[in-house]
């Protein structure tokens, strides 16, 4: 699987969008861009995922770059609760006959008030 | 949730004990996972399973081996336990119709 790179950190303000940039240069053609994030001492969360086209949810709206290159993950209104580690993952997707994901360090985001 | 528990939920053992973690599903999931988390790795996978009595190593599988005999349920064994197995324990499964994977709330085992 491709190798993502992730900010350190980032502050963001409640109620205002928070923009989460991941690089992942080396991507194939048939790996998948997955977000998920971790609370502080919660399992990991699946947020959102994509291959090509950009993608919304209830939760964010994932951009992919039309090179695919890299990706923003956006959470349109943040709030405290969304304080957390949030990592960017790229996989083959659609047919594997595994779904093992690769952890990073991902990005802490903390939500001010 | 997706139907995903750990038990038991917190563990403290000596070095040198056996140690069995379970996770348990309530979906029929095919996939199942166990991680690791450490601070400053992130999580790890230790080992998984795509079906009954089918599973497989993961990055970080010395000094571990699963098991499962019935869908719902994958466990993990530390057959002699040592500090450095003090972790946080994580199972997961995947909704393969979705691909997104599941996260149980975890097993914090500390080993002395």
């Known amino acids: 699987d491709a190798k993502t790179t992730q900010p350190t950190s980032m502050d963001c303000a409640e109620g205002r969008a928070a923009n989460l940039p991941c690089n992942h240069s080396?991507?194939?053609?048939?790996?998948?861009v997955y977000w998920y994030r971790q609370i502080h001492s919660q399992g990991p969360q699946y947020i959102i995922h994509?291959?090509?086209n950009n993608e919304t949810n209830e939760m964010a709206s994932l951009i992919i770059t039309e090179d695919r290159k890299s990706s923003t993950l956006i959470l349109p209104h943040a709030t405290l609760r969304d304080t957390a580690v949030y990592y960017c993952?790229?996989?083959?997707?659609?047919?594997?006959?595994?779904?093992?994901?690769?952890f990073g360090a991902g990005t802490t985001v903390t939500v001010r008030a | 949730d997706a139907g995903i528990t750990q038990s038991p939920r917190h563990k403290v053992t000596e070095t040198g004990t056996p140690v069995t973690l379970r996770c348990h599903q309530t979906e029929n999931h095919r996939y199942m996972y166990w991680y690791r988390q450490d601070p400053g790795h992130g999580l790890r996978l230790i080992h998984y399973s795509y079906g009954v009595k089918d599973t497989d190593k993961g990055e970080v599988s010395d000094g571990y081996s699963v098991s499962r005999s019935k869908t719902e349920d994958f466990l993990l064994t530390l057959e002699s336990a040592t500090s450095s197995q003090t972790s946080v324990y994580f199972c997961?499964?995947?909704?393969?119709?979705?691909?997104?994977?599941?996260f149980g709330p975890g097993t914090r085992l500390t080993v002395t």
């Open positions: 997961a499964i995947t909704s393969s119709q979705r691909q997104e994977q599941y």
């Open positions: 080396t991507i194939s053609g048939n790996e998948y």
């Open positions: 994509g291959l090509k």
């Open positions: 993952i790229v996989r083959v997707g659609g047919g594997a006959n595994d779904y093992k994901l690769s």
